[in-house]
């Protein structure tokens, strides 16, 4: 680890318990550190990712976030087979070495040392545009216990930031009918005359 990045932890995040390995983030969190909030007006308070509230803390995915709860978050977005430890560490290490492209950002709740939000950003790579990167939004969900609070807002408008600061030109989500208020709260909304997301589901 960076001594950046091991300082960053030692400021900011407290793992409960737990070697160098399972505090490794997927991404270097200095990066958070950059967003640019100031013309964020959705949230209320004063809430950004550096500020998320009492007890909470904004960061990337760590080796060790199995035990957090992570994969039992993901379970009430979709379906989620609890695997064991060892494949997600391996899932971990394959998404790491795919190098500014995952981006896999949780919301913890540092007293119970549970991860309560998450989102993804991923980054693809294009020629298009003088060689542009276009961001995707994916896996965005809160703890059904923590919702109403803002940290739907906060983890999706740290990953659009987030987007901005790695450099895509734009950033996109698939999302069913109902869930499009919640994202036009955040500024996102359909083209006029390109709104049709198609797609074959294998
Ligand atoms: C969608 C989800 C992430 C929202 O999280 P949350 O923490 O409750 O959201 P927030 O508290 O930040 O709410 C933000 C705003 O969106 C609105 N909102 C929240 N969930 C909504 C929904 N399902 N449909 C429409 N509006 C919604 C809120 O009323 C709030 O409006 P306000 O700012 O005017 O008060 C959460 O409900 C969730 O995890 N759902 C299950 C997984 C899921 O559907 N993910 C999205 C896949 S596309």
Known sequence: MSSSVSKYFQDK???????????????NPDLLKKLDWSKITHMKNGVTSSTPGEGLLVRPLCKGDYDKGFL???SQLTKVEIFPEKKFEERFEQMKSCRDHYFVTVIEDTDKGEIVGSATLACELK??????KRG???DVVVNNEYRGKQLGK??????????????????????????????STIGYGSEKGNDNTMIIRF
């Open 72 to 74: 039992q978050l993901l």
């Open 127 to 132: 020629f298009i545009r003088g060689c542009a």
């Open 13 to 27: 995040y407290k793992p409960s318990v737990g070697p160098d390995e399972l505090e490794q983030p997927l991404y």
């Open 154 to 183: 906060l983890i999706v408008s740290t990953i659009t930031l987030l987007a901005k600061e790695v450099g895509c030109y734009k950033i996109g989500l698939d999302c069913k009918d109902e869930m499009k208020p919640f994202y």
């Open 136 to 138: 995707r939004l994916e």
